[in-house]
């Protein structure tokens, strides 16, 4: 029986009824970490590797990882006339997270205006207003092209170690391709979600039929293709897809049109918001692209979204709405009456009745009502990532197409034949494990590499009790190495490109500095990181990080993260706040809290 929808109290019980029903003693341990006899999970399906003589040579500035980030940053430092730029990236071309998510289906939740990075710089204009993952993946390759980042980049090739020369002013970077080169600068952009991780559940390994992760999509089985062909080859194919993450959402329409038949493995729903996608009219776009446009629109998105003060919303996708509701219901507080408190409640209020939408929009889109009730999401909208789609539920009226619902618990058990909940066994010809990548686990693990800097000292070390940085771009003791990623700096996740994107002015401002004055070394001041910290401890929490939510990769699946995770933060007077602030620094020429030698 679910809660009235106005009985706030039955609501708040529910959703820690159903917290508890997923909290597990064994949090984020009870994923499996691919290697061993699961290491062909990883393989590329989409390029194939080209043999190539290892790198002896030096360049001005490496760069490890070929996403957003790498891509932004090579693109600023060419802009300030530092061409010497090596991208070292794993995949087999740029474009990072949308190099290997080419599932069918894959598209951007972010409005692609302010999502795709650099879109004035290259002349192109998004399709739609929420992209493909296809013309992102070409977007990332202009970018490239654009910025003659091609010409020194090194493809399939994974960094093994990177050591601080002192003598040299440079790092030392070997590569499991045996390259061993040095760079006076490196950049650091390997992305927060780049390793698959399985589901650790009983008997995964026993599987006898076809299998795969939703970041390595296998087309030569399916058949289609990334742009949404349909996938002919698995008219014949009894498909279990495991996860009903972002990722299952989008992939779950092109799946159930497909198959033979569809199992969708649920532990938890995913909140489904409406999309309400559209084509990009040119005429449109040419009275908005005026000079200076994506950095108007980003800033403007950024004030919307957090702590400004916009007056327009140019945007207006998924995530201004969100916060649109949540200040006008603030709004409505008389200004006497503003207490924290009270505007907590008020946000509650606001998710209330966001949520209570949700509920009902799924009501009225599925036909079975107990299906229905199973794809209802009882948790505050920011204890997941919320989801935004069309077609996902109206998938689940298609008779090929059956939800199982695990009841909080996950799957049971795996066997040479197929899936079992609840006792029954489900036979599948394949599985498809939409399960997710690995957060929470030590960074060195992920990224492949530690840094070992100045006296030897590894970053791992530094940061034990936690990150420690300026900006979340210098770590002192490890000169001439830019952290490119959001936290400790606006920590913006609901457009992360927009962090890489300053991040990156930021650095080629400096990088130039250091050149036109002389300087070998740049490094923040050990008081300065200090102060940093000091200020972040200030920052509210995210409620995304609560232990009252369910489990997930957002709230270390409902464990405490322990002290170090407090320093996960951003700026404490917000985004909007940050970027000026960042503007103003680097604009100064002083660059407080940096040491140039
Ligand atoms: P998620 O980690 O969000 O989802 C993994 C899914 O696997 C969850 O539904 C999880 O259930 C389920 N699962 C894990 N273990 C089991 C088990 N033992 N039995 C059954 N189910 C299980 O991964 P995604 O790839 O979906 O998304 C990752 C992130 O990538 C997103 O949060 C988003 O940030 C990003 N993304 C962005 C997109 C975009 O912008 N358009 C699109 C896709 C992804 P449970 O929830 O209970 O843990």
Not at 115 to 128: A, I, K, R, V
Request: proline residues 6%; aromatic residues 10%.
């Amino acid at each position: 029986m679910n809660p009235p929808v106005n009985d706030k109290e039955a609501i708040r019980l529910k959703y820690l009824a159903e917290r508890d029903k997923r909290l597990r003693a064994d949090g984020n341990q009870q994923y499996l970490e691919i290697t061993g006899q699961f290491s062909h999970y990883l393989d590329d399906p989409y390029t194939p590797v080209v043999e190539r003589a290892p790198k002896t040579d030096h360049v001005r500035f490496a760069f490890i990882g070929g996403g957003f980030a790498g891509l932004a940053t090579g693109a600023r430092l060419v802009e300030a006339g530092i061409t010497d730029v090596r991208i070292i990236e794993k995949g087999g071309d740029f474009g990072g997270t949308w190099y290997w998510n080419r599932y069918p289906g894959a598209q951007c939740d972010t409005a692609s205006m302010i999502y795709m990075p650099l879109l004035e710089e290259t002349g192109h204009m998004p399709s739609e207003k929420y992209a493909h993952a296809p013309e992102i993946l070409a977007h990332s390759q202009r970018i490239g092209r654009h910025y003659k980042l091609y010409d020194n980049a090194l493809f399939h090739t994974q960094v093994s170690s990177l050591t601080w020369q002192d003598d040299d002013s440079c790092w030392r970077i070997t590569t499991n391709r045996g390259d061993d080169f040095t760079a006076q600068y490196i950049g650091l952009g390997t992305g927060p979600l780049h390793i698959p991780k399985l589901p650790g559940i009983p008997g995964i390994e026993s599987f006898r039929g076809h299998s795969f992760h939703t970041s390595r999509w296998d087309y030569a089985y399916t058949g289609g293709d990334p742009g949404g062909a349909p996938m002919t080859r698995l008219a014949d194919k009894r498909v279990a897809l495991i996860g009903t993450g972002a990722t299952s959402v989008q992939c779950v329409p092109h799946l159930a049109r497909s198959c033979q038949s569809l199992h969708v493995f649920q532990r938890t729903p995913s909140s489904i918001d409406i999309r309400n996608n559209a084509p990009i009219d040119p005429d449109w776009f040419a009275s908005v692209a005026t000079p200076g446009w994506q950095q108007r629109w980003l800033e403007n998105f950024t004030a919307n979204q957090a702590g400004g003060n916009a007056e327009v919303d140019l945007v207006q996708d998924g995530w201004t709405d969100l916060a649109r509701r949540i200040r006008e219901q603030i709004r409505k507080l008389p200004a006497t009456e503003r207490t924290v408190p009270n505007m907590l409640a008020a946000y509650e209020d606001a998710d209330f009745a966001k949520m209570n939408e949700i509920r009902a929009r799924v009501d009225e889109i599925v036909a079975d009502p107990a299906t229905a009730d199973h794809l209802k999401a009882w948790y505050r909208q920011l204890c997941k990532r919320p989801c935004f789609h069309d077609a996902y539920l109206q998938a689940f009226n298609t008779p090929t197409v059956h939800l199982v619902d695990t009841d909080g618990k996950g799957v049971e058990r795996i066997t040479e034949t197929g899936i079992v909940v609840g006792g029954t066994e489900y036979p599948v010809d394949c599985i498809i494990y939409a399960s997710g990548f690995e957060v929470g686990t030590p960074l060195a693990r992920r990224a492949g590499f530690d840094l070992v800097g100045r006296a030897g000292r590894k970053l791992s070390d530094h940061w034990a009790q936690g990150m420690r940085s300026k900006h979340g771009i210098h770590v002192h003791g490890f000169p001439n190495a830019f952290f490119v990623q959001p936290t400790q700096g606006a920590n913006l996740i609901s457009n992360v490109p927009h962090n890489l994107t300053e991040a990156a002015r930021t650095i080629a401002v400096m990088v130039r500095h250091a050149i036109d004055h002389g300087h070998r070394e740049i490094e923040v001041s050990e008081s300065a990181e200090t102060a940093w910290i000091d200020l972040l401890r200030n920052s509210p929490g995210r409620m995304t990080s609560s232990p009252d939510c369910t489990p997930g990769y957002y709230n270390n699946e409902g464990q405490d993260p322990g002290p170090a995770a407090k320093l996960n933060v951003g700026y404490p007077a917000g985004a909007t706040a940050y970027f000026k602030y960042l503007d103003a620094w680097r604009a100064s020429g002083l660059f407080e809290g940096l040491v140039f030698r």
